[in-house]
């Protein structure tokens, strides 16, 4: 089984009779190293190494109803699968790989209503043999599910809460989105680096806005920029359809930025409310960036680098559309899982979770560098993208943020700043 092993990496994508398989990794002066090798081959070489038995895995994502977000304009489109379709990607690609260990994922994807009971619902999937878990869940929902589990092995895939790894922390739960904290960490370096240092905030009225607008605060001070000025945005969403809806926001943007001098205006606008319509309306000509404009995230339809084009179209030929975020999270839960139990040869939820927090994991997410986990907060090391509507403007951490342990935890709460007690 050792040569297996050492070929489990080769074996994260999907792979054909004609089609090499290609894994980019970016070296420290930015160059990609690369490595190719047929599926022909593998398949080939690999064929009878299936273990006797078959190793099942259950994995169950669970979510709850919802309506889908009002688009803010016509060329957004309704999602309804957000963040399943990239579970569903991360499954096959675990059969995939695990069609030749021997390994047989079975995969349950559980819609809650909006008053069932989560708890009890948990405990009756746990009951049923289930340890392995994906919650595609709001803050109080992911504290439910994991104190109604301890025993199992749980992955957030939807939440930037900070708290979710700090002090509400569960040594269950693991984080796969980035954090506000990494978020805003990764969009004040690269303002640093400009040398934008003086800053104006404005914040929406609801409560993702203010976490949003605490994340932006901390990393302004840590960074070395200054908030000049700020403002909270307390208004109603206006009738932006009507004949006049243009002329209303053109009018009153400029009276409401009438900020001190600044060189970047940063919004706190998770809900999509206003933050859009500052660009190219504000009293001053200034950059918008935060939760628009220059936007720091996890993924975008514009990344294409490190190997990013080949995940992207195999999505999109899957869920005939572009991934977000959420699939992206979903997608890397499932393959870090998936790898998890190549390593390991096991299903068992304790010897999984050890693996994923030692530093034999070197897990890839088309990001240019291994992505592995935290072990003090169970929190996912990655680079975070900083990108506009249409094009990716940068990655970081940016070049000369150093750090002794890898450059990614120059990025959210360093392990000394944790207040996370359960890991």
Excluded at 43 to 61: C, E, K, Q, T
Excluded at 303 to 309: D, I, K, M, R, V
Excluded at 323 to 341: F, K, N, Y
Aim: glycine share 8%.
């Amino acid at each position: 089984m050792r040569y297996l092993i050492a070929l489990s990496a080769l074996l994260a994508l999907p792979l054909s009779l004609d089609v090499g398989l290609q894994m980019h990794a970016r070296s420290k002066s930015g160059a990609a190293d690369s490595f190719s090798t047929t599926g022909a081959g593998i398949r080939g070489w690999m064929s009878g190494a299936h273990a006797a038995d078959a190793l099942p895995i259950h994995v169950v994502r669970l979510t709850r109803e919802e309506d889908p977000p009002v688009p803010l304009s016509l060329v957004d489109v309704p999602i309804d699968d957000d963040g399943a379709a990239g579970a569903e990607l991360g499954i096959a690609d675990n059969r995939t790989t695990g069609g030749f260990l021997g390994h047989e994922y079975l995969y349950e994807n559980v819609t809650l209503t909006e008053t069932e009971n989560l708890a009890e619902r948990v405990a009756d999937l746990v009951d049923e043999g289930n340890r392995l878990m994906l919650l595609d869940l709001e803050p109080e929902d992911l504290l439910a599910a994991a104190d109604a589990a301890p025993d199992a092995l749980m992955f957030n895939v939807r939440s930037s809460a900070d708290s979710l790894r700090g002090g509400d922390c569960r040594s269950n739960l693991l984080h796969l989105p980035p954090s506000h904290a990494m978020l805003a960490d990764a969009l004040a370096q690269y303002l640093a680096w400009k040398r934008w240092s003086e800053v104006v905030l404005v914040t929406g009225r609801h409560e993702e806005d203010k976490l949003w607008s605490a994340a932006l605060r901390r990393s302004t001070k840590r960074f070395g920029l200054k908030i000049v000025d700020e403002k909270d945005w307390d208004r109603e969403p206006g009738a932006r359809r009507t004949d006049s809806g243009h002329h209303t926001a053109q009018q009153e943007i400029p009276s409401f930025t009438r900020f001190a001098d600044h060189d970047v205006l940063l919004v706190a606008d998770a809900g999509d409310e206003f933050g859009e319509y500052l660009p190219y309306r504000t009293e001053q000509p200034r950059p918008v960036a935060g939760t628009q404009g220059l936007t720091p995230t996890s993924w975008h339809r514009a990344h294409e680098q490190w190997g990013a084009t080949q995940i992207q179209r195999r999505f999109e030929a899957m869920a005939d559309r572009t991934m977000t975020p959420r699939d992206q999270a979903s997608w890397l839960a499932m393959r870090a899982l998936g790898e998890a139990v190549t390593q390991t040869g096991s299903a068992d939820a304790a010897a999984l979770r050890d693996f994923l927090l030692s530093d034999r994991l070197t897990l890839a997410g088309f990001k240019g560098v291994p992505l592995s986990f935290r072990s003090w907060n169970g929190q996912l090391r990655q680079p975070v993208l900083l990108v506009a509507p249409r094009m990716l403007i940068s990655v970081s951490p940016q070049d000369g943020y150093l750090h002794e342990t890898t450059e990614l935890d120059t990025l959210g709460f360093d392990r000394p700043e944790s207040g996370c007690e359960r890991f």
